[in-house]
């Protein structure tokens, strides 16, 4: 079958790689119909995410079909059509019976301690090969899969397969709640998600940052009021539409390869300051004794954070990898009735012999490049 392969920093291909297998009881192949490129995916390609295996299939969303279970597979049979859970639980041990999902003491190979298993990350999520594929096994299958219902389009689901929940997710952390005016940083596809669920957690008004035109006017059609940080300070800005106090919310959906402000311009900047911008927006920007959501991914060995500010401040800081099995069943529910169309930030279509040129585009950040969907089938 085809997939997309890592192969070395800056060097993916497609390849073709042997059919996945059953290995475990709990395991499950599916067939894929769509996948997806995200920006943690970029992570692995620049570098910024060290310890890729190399031959590791890439990618972590997808929606599929079952073609085979496992023997303890007892709640999907071939042909139910699925949505993937980006992070990989048991289902059974402490953490995801207490909605931990993304810290499942069972799921990833090395250990307990190990944290995250997810789909198409470095060796130290597993490695589990990712889901740029034709095919796919899925480990876990019972609490990794989740039934798409009929109502729901195989483009709907695919963005909760791992952009919307944590979207949602980011919003929990934060803990947006009634009238909070929110502050997200970050417009591309995850920011734009964070608005939506900024709004229906029940935010009062939500702020983006974001440097790029048409991202912005994205989140300006869901009535978020933006600010362009090549054109304005986006400090001065903000502090000015909450009459100096600032938001009393942050979700901060950038993460460590943060276009640096005047990149487009041709300003200049001081090495270093990209990886965390938007941490010292959050932090400088949020009202006193707020509290921040960090979903943009900082990788292990990340050290670089303004912390004395944020305890003079009296802050809440929470963070980590979303938790989707506790979020996708929900979402879909949305979905299914309508209150949420996800498709809406799907700017491109994509087949998958075209993936490496739509990863060098999105890579760019070109202009009204906000989600790129793989039609496999």
Not at 39 to 57: A, C, I, K, N, S
Not at 199 to 224: C, E, F, P, T, Y
Not at 261 to 274: I, L, M, N, V
Not at 301 to 324: I, Q, S, V, Y
Request: net charge negative.
């Amino acid at each position: 079958m085809k997939a997309v392969v890592w192969h070395g920093t800056g060097d993916i291909r497609l390849d073709e790689v042997d059919d996945p297998r059953v290995q475990e009881p709990t395991d499950a192949v599916i067939r894929i119909t769509r996948s997806a490129i995200c920006g943690t995916d970029l992570h692995m390609v620049r570098g910024t995410m060290p310890g890729m295996v190399e031959g590791t299939v890439l990618g972590h969303e997808a929606v599929g079909v079952v073609e085979e279970v496992g023997a303890a597979v007892r709640g999907f049979t071939p042909g139910d059509r699925v949505v993937v859970t980006s992070t990989i639980g048991c289902g059974t041990c402490s953490y995801c019976r207490a909605g931990y999902f993304a810290q499942c003491d069972t799921a990833n190979p090395n250990g307990p301690a190990a944290g995250t298993c997810f789909f198409g990350g470095p060796k130290a999520t597993g490695p589990i090969n990712g889901l740029q594929a034709e095919r796919a096994r899925i480990p876990h299958a019972m609490t990794t899969l989740v039934r798409v219902p009929d109502e729901v389009s195989d483009d709907q689901a695919i963005l909760v397969s791992d952009i919307f929940p944590t979207a949602w997710f980011g919003a929990r952390l934060a803990e947006v709640g009634a009238g909070d005016t929110v502050l997200v940083l970050g417009a591309g596809v995850v920011g734009q998600f964070a608005i939506a669920s900024a709004k229906r957690q029940g935010a009062g008004r939500v702020i983006v940052v974001d440097g790029v035109q048409s991202r912005l006017d994205k989140a300006r059609a869901q009535n978020a009021e933006i600010v362009n940080f090549n054109e304005e300070d986006p400090v001065e800005v903000v502090k000015e539409l909450t009459g100096g106090i600032g938001p009393d919310r942050v979700i901060e959906a950038v993460g460590v390869d943060a276009e640096r402000p005047g990149e487009r311009t041709g300003e200049q900047w001081k090495p270093g300051d990209a990886p965390r911008q938007a941490l010292d927006w959050a932090v400088e920007l949020v009202a006193k004794a707020g509290s921040i959501g960090i979903i943009g991914v900082y990788p292990p060995g990340f050290d670089d954070f303004p912390l004395g500010t944020a305890m003079n401040k009296n802050l809440t800081l929470r963070m980590g990898n979303c938790n989707h099995r506790r979020y996708v069943p929900r979402l879909l529910d949305l979905v299914q009735t309508g209150v949420v169309d996800p498709t809406a930030f799907i700017t491109r279509h994509e087949k998958p012999t075209a993936a490496i040129d739509a990863y060098r585009s999105f890579d760019l950040r070109e202009d009204g490049w906000l989600k790129t969907v793989l039609d496999v089938a």
